[in-house]
């Protein structure tokens, strides 16, 4: 595998399940991200960590829930969502977390999530 | 709130045709980056530009980063239907360091 890759591509959940998806990258980097991305809206930063470290948190509900085991693996803990939680999310990865011209992110394909 | 506004939202156009996409705001950003998302894949960098009035191109492809640094364009040059998906710009606030990203423009290019 190369890159960054999510699974699972596709997930339909109730709104009591709970559910989790992974992300994994490949290429060596120190940060990785989660980001919401919904119809006609910007692409909404959720969770930025750096070397297993939640560096921010930017006002997401309680019912997504991120877990960084090592900096190659990052989760998204789902439970009790809401229909209006359906988007496609994505997962990103940098070298570094801080904002630089030079600091590309690299971006998984998402899973798209529909929740009944 | 900074924002990044993209115009227009929607594009279909045919084979051969020239375009350009905007993405304007009233606030100043220290860079800018374009990304192309094409359907069932996360988004892949295009271009970072820097400098006000810096202007980088990439093969058909023209990105301008605007004197003031509030704003930016790309423009495509006889586009060809692999250059359809989602187009998007993000960009690096100067106050907080933060990546704002626009809402996108589709462009469709038929054959």
């Known amino acids: 595998e190369t890159g960054v890759t999510q699974t699972p591509r596709h997930l339909v959940m109730g709104m009591t399940n709970k559910k989790s998806l992974k992300c994994e990258q490949h290429?060596?980097?120190?940060?990785m991200y989660w980001y919401k991305q919904s119809a006609k809206k910007p692409l909404e930063l959720m969770f930025v960590?750096?070397?297993?470290?939640?560096?921010e948190n930017n006002s997401v509900p309680s019912r997504f829930s991120p877990e960084c085991p090592n900096s190659s693996h990052l989760f998204l803990h789902l439970h009790t969502l809401q229909p209006e939680d359906s988007a496609l999310y994505l997962c990103?990865?940098?070298?570094?977390?801080?904002?630089?011209?030079?600091?590309?992110?690299?971006f998984g394909p998402g899973t798209r999530l529909t929740v009944l | 709130t900074q924002l990044l506004e993209q115009s227009p939202q929607f594009l279909s156009i045919q084979e051969g045709e020239n375009l350009t996409v905007y993405c304007n705001s009233s606030s100043v950003f220290s860079s800018l980056q374009w990304y192309r998302q094409e359907p069932g894949e996360g988004p892949v960098l295009l271009v970072t530009v820097v400098t006000g009035g810096e202007v980088k191109k990439l093969k058909r492809l023209t990105f301008q980063f605007g004197d003031a640094r509030k704003d930016s364009s790309l423009h495509i040059t006889a586009a060809q239907p692999g250059d359809t998906g989602l187009y998007l710009c993000?960009?690096?606030?100067?106050?907080?360091?933060?990546?704002?990203f626009g809402q996108g423009t589709t462009l469709q290019v038929k054959p």
């Open positions: 960590y750096s070397l297993e470290e939640r560096v």
């Open positions: 990103a990865s940098s070298q570094d977390h801080r904002w630089a011209s030079y600091n590309e992110q690299f």
């Open positions: 290429l060596g980097h120190n940060a």
């Open positions: 993000a960009g690096v606030s100067g106050n907080t360091g933060k990546l704002i």
